[in-house]
Structure formats: structure tokens, C-alpha cells
């Protein structure tokens, strides 16, 4: 009777330690006091707070999520990776979407589903260019939620494209989440793939611009240089 459970003991022993480092592989390569930080967030609306309140990087460069953890500032690329890598500890894939644009900066945006519907976390220098909740049944309508207040500072609607969803776990083998470097390589990576039209060439000739009205909205606590 000893002898057959020590056989069934050894028999476990295998799934035990493969069960270990699978929970240490969901580190991410975060230290305990990260993870705990992010899992606090809680939500995607949690992340977006987390993300409003960092005050808005106006400097060229491209933190990690860990460097925007510990110097609690982001620019819309790094608030877009961030709030993809919070989505991850949370339990989403760590997806984006890139929004490009003519005449103006393009947007990065961290996309979450939730009964197959589409939400956004993001962090903006513009007010509604930030969170989406999650009732927009496809990437395009998603993207066209940020139309109308998509707009350059000669008060042009610029918004024209949007990618397909990048899952940023091919990124793994470089450490995106933890790294020290600059992590331009997603950035490289956006502008290389196929973007889809969001309208005609009519479309875009009969545009107007925005309002005062809308752009006095949207610049509230916009930072400047």
C-alpha cells in the first residue's frame, strides 16, 4: 500500500511542477509588487483611470509598460501598450488597434471584447479620444466612434484608417512588457501592416471642421510643450 502511493506521488509530480511554471510564466516578467498594481486596476474602466490620471507624455519615446508604471507618465502609444498589458494581467489577450490619420498624429488603442462586443482603453491629450465601453459589434464601428472628434489643431476631422486588431504576445520574445529599451518596434511594426478605409474620397472632400463649440470640449486639460 506505501509502495503504490509513492508510485501515484511520482505520478503527479510532473503535472505539479508543469502547473508551477505555467503560474510563473503569467508573471509576465512583473515583480509581485507590479502584478499586484495592476491586478488592483480590476477593470478596463480601472485601467482607464489609472491611465487618465498619469499626466500626458508630450517627449518623443517609447516606455514599456513597467517604465509607465514606475515614471507615471504616457503618451498615447505608451497609455495604448500599457493599458494592453493591464488587460493581459487581467485575464483579456493584449490586443491594440492602430487609428491613422492625415494631417495629424495616428492614435494607438487597446481593445478588449466582452460578449462579442468591442471597448477601448486609451490615453489622450483630447477628451473623447480615450475609453469605450463595450457595445460596438465591430472593429469599424469602434473606429468610427473616434471620428467626429478626431481633429488636428487647424480644427480639421483627420481621422482615416484603422488596422486590424494586433495581438502584442508576438512581441513576448522581446519583452515588451518589462523591457527597459524603447519598445518602438510595435510602433514600426503599426506602421508596416494593412489599414482598412474608414471613407470615400467624396466622403473626405465634403468634410467640415469642427466647431468651436466641440474643439473648446475637447481641449479640456489638453497639455501643451
Known sequence: MHSNKSRRRRARSPR??????????????FTLSELRALR???????????VDDLPYNLSYTARSPRKVLHDRTASCLEGGIFAA????????????????AEGDTD?????????????????????????????YRSLREL???YFNI????????????????????????????????????????LCDIPHISLLTSTMEKKLTRVDPR????????????
Not at 494586433?166 to 510602433?187: C, E, G, K, S, Y
Open 150 to 189: 478626431y481633429f488636428n489643431l487647424r480644427w480639421e476631422r483627420t481621422l482615416r484608417r484603422y488596422s486590424r486588431p494586433v495581438n502584442l504576445a508576438r512581441f513576448d520574445h522581446l519583452n515588451w512588457m518589462t523591457t527597459q529599451t524603447p519598445i518602438w518596434f510595435i510602433a514600426e511594426h
Open 40 to 50: 488592483a486596476l480590476k477593470t478596463p474602466a480601472g485601467i482607464q483611470r489609472f
Open 107 to 135: 492614435h494607438v488603442v487597446a481593445i478588449f471584447k466582452v460578449r462579442e462586443s468591442w471597448g477601448a482603453v486609451a490615453k489622450s491629450n483630447f477628451t473623447g479620444c480615450r475609453y469605450r465601453e463595450p457595445v
Open 85 to 100: 498589458a493591464a488587460l493581459r494581467i487581467l485575464g483579456f489577450p493584449p490586443l491594440i488597434f492602430d487609428l491613422e
Open 214 to 225: 466641440t474643439i473648446k470640449a475637447e481641449m479640456t486639460g489638453h497639455r501643451k510643450k
Open 143 to 145: 473606429a468610427m466612434s
Open 16 to 29: 505539479l511542477r508543469r502547473a508551477r511554471s505555467t503560474s510563473s510564466a503569467q508573471d509576465f516578467g
